[in-house]
T-cell receptor, first 115, second 112 residues
Framework: GAVVSQHPSRVICKSGTSVKIECRSL??????MFWYRQFPKKSLMLMAT?????????EQGVEKDKFLINHASLTLSTLTVTSAHPEDSSFYIC???????????FGPGTRLTVT | QKEVEQNSGPLSVPEGAIASLNCTYS??????FFWYRQYSGKSPELIMF????GDKEDGRFTAQLNKASQYVSLLIRDSQPSDSATYLC????????????FGTGTRLTIIP
């Protein structure tokens, strides 16, 4: 199998606070993890690509100091939304890729609401 | 021109009929092709991937790839109401680029 979990599934936070989202590959080692954001009725937007032990590669327009990514092991990547604002409210989804293949397996997503 | 294009739909298909979903891509170097299903409010789920020209069948699903025409499709036979979802086409070029490029998705509705 290829199971990816995310925690929390849903979070509400106040403007100005930081939120950490965890992404874990449960039954395989993920050489690469990806972080996406999806607004209602819109397609997936890749935010960054993360390889274990190295700095994440951010897509154009994504602020690396606002969206901190740590990929500490082959089964865990975290995304921290710092100083969250209401416009950061979105559905954040991670995915993971096994070595040698290109298909990505998605976590269940985290719905962030910033009040 | 968008890199991966899909008709946004909605595509309505009667229950039991064949649903046909299409996707075109612009990068001729693309080598790997994926279909994901996404239910409303949920994350995408991998249905099929295809690397070679021709057809690939898995249960009620058939993926078709034509690299010369830069076209990939997904057929769903014996459509069920549970197939109602948004279907995302994704493409990778396999040349050291780990990213997938996603289309905007086609919303499919199976009518009972």
């Amino acid at each position: 199998g290829a199971v990816v979990s995310q925690h929390p599934s849903r979070v509400i936070c106040k403007s100005g606070t930081s939120v950490k989202i965890e992404c874990r590959s449960l039954d395989f080692q993920a050489t690469t993890m990806f972080w996406y954001r999806q607004f209602p009725k819109k397609s997936l937007m890749l935010m960054a690509t993360s390889n274990e032990g190295s700095k994440a590669t951010y897509e154009q327009g994504v602020e690396k100091d606002k969206f901190l990514i740590n990929h500490a092991s082959l089964t865990l990547s975290t995304l921290t939304v710092t100083s969250a604002h209401p416009e950061d409210s979105s559905f954040y989804i991670c995915s993971a890729r096994k070595g040698g293949v290109y298909e990505q397996y998605f976590g269940p997503g985290t719905r962030l609401t910033v009040t | 021109q968008k890199e991966v294009e899909q008709n946004s739909g909605p595509l309505s298909v009667p229950e039991g009929a064949i649903a046909s979903l299409n996707c075109t891509y612009s990068d001729r170097g693309s080598q790997s092709f994926f279909w994901y299903r996404q239910y409303s409010g949920k994350s995408p789920e991998l249905i099929m991937f295809i690397y070679s020209n021709g057809d690939k069948e898995d249960g009620r699903f058939t993926a078709q790839l034509n690299k010369a025409s830069q076209y990939v499709s997904l057929l769903i036979r014996d459509s069920q109401p549970s197939d109602s979802a948004t279907y995302l086409c994704a493409v990778a070029n396999n040349f050291g680029n780990e990213k997938l490029t996603f289309g905007t998705g086609t919303r499919l509705t199976i009518i009972p």
